[in-house]
Nanobody, 116 residues
Framework: QEQLVESGGGLVQSGGSLRLSCAAS???????IGWYRQAPGVQRDLVAI???????NYADSVKGRFTISRDNAKNTVYLQMDSLKPEDTAVYYC????WGRGKEYWGQGTQVTVSS
């Protein structure tokens, strides 16, 4: 079964840290993997992605605070979120693109809530 399984969301105070994990199960030849987020009433936006060559792309709003990393052996991507702000509150979705299948995948989402 092809799926992205996320973990690590939760409630944290402003200035705190969380680490999200996303394991890709049954999905191979992943070119790009990473995270998007969606707050209530707004569109889903890029947070951070990493390609299989190690290149990364971050939203301006998270640069210097979030770090994305990828473990190809485990088919897993991580998002270390530091110095969290209330405006980071959203549902975070894992995303992957497989160039072998030419297909995009989305996780079910994990809630991150940052209290002020």
């Amino acid at each position: 079964q092809e799926q992205l399984v996320e973990s690590g969301g939760g409630l944290v105070q402003s200035g705190g840290s969380l680490r999200l994990s996303c394991a890709a199960s049954g999905i191979f030849s992943i070119k790009t993997i990473g995270w998007y987020r969606q707050a209530p009433g707004v569109q889903r936006d890029l947070v951070a992605i990493v390609d299989n060559d190690g290149s990364t792309n971050y939203a301006d709003s998270v640069k210097g605070r979030f770090t994305i990393s990828r473990d190809n052996a485990k088919n897993t991507v991580y998002l270390q979120m530091d110095s969290l702000k209330p405006e980071d509150t959203a549902v975070y979705y894992c995303y992957a693109y497989s160039w072998g299948r030419g297909k995009e995948y989305w996780g079910q989402g994990t809630q991150v809530t940052v209290s002020s």
